[in-house]
């Protein structure tokens, strides 16, 4: 498969004010001409790390392509490197190794952890997620500090704030560089709206704000373009089907596993924008659970502009319809309650 064909897996799927900006890649960042990007996959022998690890390879910006995990990973990389595609595959397994992965990194993907079951939470998690979440932020700190670190072990809306707290200790942290992935939520929410306003997903954005659980996940189907005049109970039915898009998959799996594959293709979209505002694509937006002053909490997902030092701009929420307002008031203490979670963790642990 061609370089200019695999692009066209990593299309933005967040609000953008530049719609061009796939095209100023192709013309100026080919396989040939794009800088030298290491990226590391810290579970990458998971349900999610595999595929994720499969669409790395395949995105022409990865030069040097890590793949860590606590056992499996010799296989998962041999497997892997067989791709005729420019990045350099290597595979590292144990808690020994994790420095060589991270070393010279410039995003660290964490998908590692366990997945939810039928009838867990996303708290269910928590205990498990945030030690290992800990663990592989500390190693951050002191291996490739300078990284962008791309967060997908649920519950994210704890595990961002636990990072930062790790990276205010060890003197490392960057607000600009720490993401929580919710680039899941807005594949959904695209998904979802364009079969019901029956328009081509390819064309659909819209943004979701908030965390990345439950309620705390609020589409913002009034800012959806293409513009349609859906009937409230059908937005209010999108809006809990984009809440609930986890538990969905949870249910259909039967007790085999979570959302990994779709997971895995937002991570990709999201880790391929980071490399974008890295190389110096302009107007790259995405939406993130990011540290923020869009409202009183410490950290919230909304728009974000991404350049070559992580966050460049942290975008408003715009106009809210009146019942995306109160999905926002309902949905703050909710957050603020993990958020704060996390980082009672962090710092009594």
Known sequence: ??????????????????????????RGFSSDSAPERKVAVLGAAGGIGQPLALLMKLNPLVSKLALYDIAGTPGVAADVSHINTRSEVAGYMGEEQLG?????????????????????????????????????????????????????????????PI?????????????????????????????FYAGKAKVNVAEVNVPVVGGHAGITILPLFSQATPRANLPDEEIKALTKRTQDGGTEVVEA?????????????????????????LNGVPD??????????????????????????????????????????QGLEALKPELKSSIEKGITFANQS
């Open 1 to 26: 498969m061609k370089a200019a064909m695999l692009r066209s897996v990593f299309k933005r799927s967040c609000s953008t004010t530049a719609p061009s900006a796939s095209h100023v890649m192709r």
């Open 100 to 160: 060589q992965a991270l070393e010279g990194s410039d995003i660290v993907i964490i998908p590692a952890g366990v997945p939810r079951k039928p009838g867990m939470t996303r708290d269910d998690l928590f205990n498990i997620n945030a030690g290992i979440v800990k663990s592989l932020c500390t190693a951050i700190s002191k291996y490739c500090p300078n990284a962008l670190v791309n967060m997908i072990s649920n519950p994210v809306n704890s595990t961002v």
């Open 163 to 191: 990072a930062a707290e790790v990276f205010k200790k060890a003197g490392t942290y960057d607000e600009k560089k720490l993401f929580g992935v919710t680039t899941l939520d807005v594949v959904r929410a695209k998904t």
């Open 253 to 277: 799996k039967a007790g085999k596993g979570s959302a990994t594959l779709s997971m895995a293709y937002a991570g990709a979209i999201f880790a391929d924008a980071c490399l974008k505002g």
């Open 284 to 325: 790259v937006v995405e939406c993130s659970f990011v540290q923020s002053t869009v409202t009183e909490l410490p950290f919230f997902a909304s728009k974000v502009r991404l350049g070559k030092n992580g966050v460049e701009e942290v975008l408003g929420l715009g106009p809210l319809s009146d019942f995306e307002q």
